[in-house]
């Protein structure tokens, strides 16, 4: 007979991001029948008395547990992965996903360096015979091409020169394009994807802070309704309030496997210091909510020190 | 084929000092300029600019810069710059104007390699501390910057891949744009600056089949903006290159004088590439050899530069 402490050893390797496998392989191993009917009898979410008397598995839990334990195979490829092809695979999943994915095409087009994007862009050439771009233009039908499309092919000037007159008269435009109000028309506003897509990150966040002087609200604030473009924003002149908000979603009580899925792809991206910045943070809830191998890795890198 | 002709044994050194013998004292010796300069390659040039920097600590470009003149010294200027950093220079020529060159930006983009416009890009932004995309949006509006902006940030796939299923349909899409003179602009444009240069031969290929004639000869409507002729342009570069060459060839040498900029422009920018190749488009086009008609047309020591390059034995 399996203990109540085991029933709820058991229940609790299996319930939070990640698995532990410690708890789950000294379970296994001195299980027998008996034993294991109790951890069945024992553990309603993960299982329910089928009406020809025996306890099956929740279909739902055998779900939610096929992507628990893929967490620690997709951390290994993914950060094994040269970053020029984990970008290209990142961004081809995300644009075959659709429309709830494509907050990491803008992620990934809008935090890496204009090289590394360019890389990721070669990559993709490699991998699906074809320029993301095409693929992108191709496949995206709505207010969103525009933009996309536009970001994934930036390349971004690097330096810190930042003209402030430029900067006022675009944070102006901003408003006035955002002002008119309608969604789709913000999305698809040539000076919106103008000063978003070809701008330097040190301009936009120039224009960013002007914006705040003639409006009182921040760029963020005022995108609220417009998704894709917030993030846009976000990724350009906040990053680091982005990641927060990423974070934030993977570790929530109820979060979706979508907003799960980021902490692999936030950790595989192990170049980016701010990320590491962020991570430092939510340290407690990654010790929490993270099991086994899985956050061993996670708190393994996300907690490197300078070398 | 190149047309200009470089010797495979070169001293940088030597050359460096013929130059600088040739800018000191009164006036300039263009003719030894020419007769270097003339006859290196890129990489060459790109030594004897080393050399010189090295022996004379100066820049070979300023002195060249100070000490020549007019159409000469332009060509000169472009001629000695690496590959890369003209097409940059050319493009920044092309926006800056009051009315920008757009059938220049789209000329650039589409006859580069994919590389290629990768380098033109990243020389941009170490000179002009933006990025080409940021200049040609801050300066087009509407259709021609969606164009534009589109043509310069491509990334081409430049593999062998194609896929004819595809290439119909996209025929399809465009003779449905253009047949009706409605121009959707949104899909057209989508189709010239995504799709791989071989992806897109296939498509205008199929165009030509299905309807008999090539997709630019409807592209023609007098809508009056300069979205068309622009739109013209790229198909033209993507599609048949030399032949769009030596139109621009034939154009800068109308009876009613020069167009200087395109001349040297076309000339220095394929010397190294196919300029042999357009010579023999011109000479078919027009019954008289392209180093006739530019001899004709231009005179003094841009002429001799122009002809030297465009492979005339001293």
Known sequence: ?307 | MATIDAPKQVSFQQDAEVLRKACQGWGTDDKAIISVLGHRNAAQRKQIRLAYEQLYQEDLIKRLESELSGDFERAVYRWILEPADRDAVLANVAIKKLSPDNHVIAEISCTRSPEELLAVRRAYQARYKHSLEEDVAAHTKGDIRTLLVALVTAFRYDGEEINTRLANSEAKILHDAVKDKKFNHEEVIRILTTRSKMQLMVTFNRYRDDHDTSVTKHLQGDSGDEFLPVLRTSVRCLNDPKKYFEKVLRNSIRRTGTDEDALTRVIVTRAEKDLKDIKEVYHKRNSVPLDQAVAKDTSGDYKALLLTLLGKQD
């Open chain 1, 1 to 307: 007979m399996a203990s109540p402490s085991e029933v709820e050893v058991f229940n609790h390797a299996l319930s939070g991001i990640g698995v532990d496998e410690n708890s789950l392989v000294s379970i296994l191993v001195k299980s027998h029948d008996e034993h294991k009917k109790s951890i069945r009898k024992g553990c309603s979410q993960l299982f329910f008395e089928d009406e020809r008397q025996f306890e099956r598995w929740n279909q739902t839990a055998i779900k939610s547990l096929k992507a628990e334990f893929k967490r620690f195979k997709d951390v290994v490829l993914l950060s094994l992965m040269h970053p020029w092809e984990r970008d290209a695979r990142l961004l081809n999943k995300a644009l075959k996903k659709g429309p709830q994915q494509y907050n990491i095409i803008v992620e990934i087009a809008c935090t890496r360096s204009s090289d590394q994007l360019l890389g990721a862009r070669k990559a993709y050439h490699s991998l699906f015979d074809q320029s993301i771009e095409e693929h992108l233009a191709s496949h995206v039908k709505g207010s969103e091409r525009k933009l996309l499309v536009a970001l994934v092919s930036a390349y971004r000037y690097e330096g810190s020169k930042v003209k402030e007159d430029t900067a006022k008269s675009e944070a102006k435009a901003l408003l006035n394009a955002i002002k008119d109000g309608d969604k789709k028309k913000v999305m698809e506003n040539d000076e919106v994807v103008r000063i978003l897509t070809t701008r330097s990150k040190p301009h936009l966040k120039e224009v960013y802070q002007q914006y705040k002087k003639i409006s009182g609200k921040t760029i963020i604030e005022d995108l609220e309704v417009v998704l894709l473009l917030k993030e846009t924003v976000e990724c350009l002149c906040t990053p680091q309030a982005y990641f927060t908000r990423v974070f934030d979603a993977a570790l929530r009580d109820n979060a979706n496997e979508d907003a799960k899925k980021a902490l692999t792809r936030l950790v595989a991206t192990q170049e980016d210091e701010e990320i590491k910045e962020v991570a430092a943070k939510f340290q407690d809830k990654i010790e929490e909510r993270v099991k086994g191998a899985y956050k061993d890795v996670l708190v393994g890198v996300l907690a490197k020190e300078e070398t």
